[in-house]
């Protein structure tokens, strides 16, 4: 199926939804599903789940509207099914203060599972900007995280790219002005 039939976002907005999104191994099956269709079959084999459970995770992930049928095809009587993600991209609500960042519980859980002498590009900086600064940079990120998954190519393997900027909560320095 190719991604230009496919809308830009889904919007997050049901208990339900959000429930399917903040499993990881539906996480993970959504991220089988990012780039083409794939079969039960194959979503087993590639997130290492039993067929069963992978059925059931893609289920529910199918009530919820974030998969759908994209095609189907007759395979020794039995008819096969091709799921693809419902759009582009998956918008999430705001976890709300103090909720917890699904995103970023499933990144770190995934980069956590990822093999450790593989390479990575890892770091943490922080910053003091502007709200003007702050802002831009956000625009720049997402607009660098566009441009790399134009490029994306299926026959490829898989490379994860998570950003969070924000505004920590703040914190009283100890001892005063100490820095």
């Given at each position: 199926?190719?991604?230009?039939?496919?809308?830009?976002?889904?919007?997050?907005?049901?208990?339900?939804?959000?429930?399917?999104?903040?499993?990881?191994?539906?996480?993970?099956?959504?991220?089988?599903l990012?780039?083409?269709?794939?079969?039960?079959?194959?979503?087993?084999?590639?997130?290492?789940?039993?067929?069963?459970?992978s059925?059931?995770?893609?289920?529910?992930?199918?009530?919820a509207?974030?998969?759908?049928?994209?095609?189907?095809?007759?395979?020794?009587?039995?008819?096969?099914?091709?799921?693809?993600?419902?759009?582009?991209?998956i918008?999430?609500?705001?976890?709300?203060?103090?909720?917890?960042?699904?995103?970023?519980?499933?990144a770190?859980?995934d980069?956590?599972?990822?093999?450790?002498?593989?390479?990575?590009?890892?770091?943490?900086?922080?910053?003091?900007?502007?709200?003007?600064?702050?802002a831009?940079?956000?625009?720049?990120?997402?607009?660098?995280?566009?441009?790399?998954?134009?490029?994306?190519?299926?026959?490829?393997?898989?490379?994860?790219?998570?950003?969070?900027?924000?505004?920590?909560?703040?914190?009283?320095?100890?001892?005063?002005?100490?820095?």
């Amino acid at each position: 199926m190719p991604t230009d039939d496919l809308p830009d976002t889904f919007h997050v907005t049901t208990d339900d939804q959000l429930r399917a999104v903040s499993n990881l191994t539906r996480h993970r099956i959504m991220g089988v599903l990012r780039f083409e269709p794939a079969t039960i079959t194959q979503i087993a084999q590639r997130v290492g789940l039993a067929k069963g459970s992978s059925s059931y995770h893609v289920r529910l992930l199918e009530r919820a509207g974030l998969v759908k049928v994209v095609r189907t095809r007759k395979v020794r009587g039995v008819t096969e099914r091709y799921y693809a993600m419902a759009a582009r991209s998956i918008v999430l609500p705001d976890p709300g203060e103090g909720g917890p960042d699904v995103l970023m519980r499933h990144a770190v859980a995934d980069l956590e599972a990822a093999p450790a002498d593989g390479e990575r590009h890892v770091r943490m900086a922080h910053l003091r900007l502007t709200e003007e600064q702050f802002a831009e940079l956000g625009v720049r990120l997402e607009a660098l995280a566009d441009e790399y998954r134009e490029l994306s190519d299926p026959s490829l393997p898989d490379a994860s790219l998570v950003f969070a900027l924000f505004h920590p909560t703040p914190r009283e320095q100890a001892g005063g002005d100490a820095k």
